[in-house]
């Protein structure tokens, strides 16, 4: 297989280790980690990826600290901010998945201002999952198909995986193609994990601050080496290849 992935999705996880293990607070580890962010749209931008998407607070994260919940926060609206002349530039669109609703105002108000102020960006589609958990996002999905269903607007027997698509908030983007999670941990953590059921799973021990464009070469390149078979035999990937 030689097609770079359309979809590329990253599990940015490990700024407070980085941060630790350079005698550093965490909130450097953050701050240092959204420099990591802007460099890799930016490089994803360049090699001509159409859609990435950034777990940049997960649902689970409320759990955190206020103090550090609130730095987050601040850190995603200062991202939208600093990058906007520049998503304007590269005519990327920004846009957001997840549960907006427990965000504070001004960050909710200045993620709303970055979408409306990016929507007719053609060469990229750039997503920040923000209060975001897969799970949340089917239940959401699921109670709004019930809802249909009580009200007479949908049949049980209407209901299929494209109907299921349309209700959650991932609905405007394709499947993700990579998912990439740095940190050394093996797991989703809740992260697409109902569009991710065919994803390439590229897992990188480094910590998200260091991650660069030598690594998410790598990470394309390992996706262009694997056979994607859907099921099929590899036989049959190469028959209809
Ligand atoms: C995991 O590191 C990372 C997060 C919880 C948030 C990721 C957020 C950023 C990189 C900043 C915001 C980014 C954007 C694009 C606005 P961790 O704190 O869990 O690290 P640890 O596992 O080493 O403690």
Known sequence: MSCKPEHIAIIMDGNGRWAAAHGE?????????????????????????????????????WRRPQEEIDLLMALCQQFVEDNQ?????????????????????????????????????????????LGYGGRNDLVGAVRAIAARAQAGLLLPEEIDETSLRSFLTTDALPDPDLVIRTGGEKRLSDFLIFESAYAELFFAELMWPAFDETVLDEAIAAYERRERRYGRTGAQVAASA
């Not at 998503?87 to 427990?102: A, H, K, T, W």
């Open 85 to 129: 002349a520049q998503f304007i530039e590269r005519s990327v669109r920004l846009q957001v998945i997840g549960d907006l609703e427990e965000l504070p105002t001004a960050t909710r108000r200045a993620i709303e201002a970055g979408v409306d102020a990016t929507k007719n960006g053609e060469s990229m589609t750039l997503t920040l999952a």
């Open 25 to 61: 607070p965490r909130a450097v580890g953050h701050r240092t980690g959204v420099k990591t962010a802007t460099k890799t749209f930016i490089a994803c931008h360049d090699r001509g990826i159409a859609h990435l998407t950034l777990y940049a607070f997960s649902f689970a994260n």
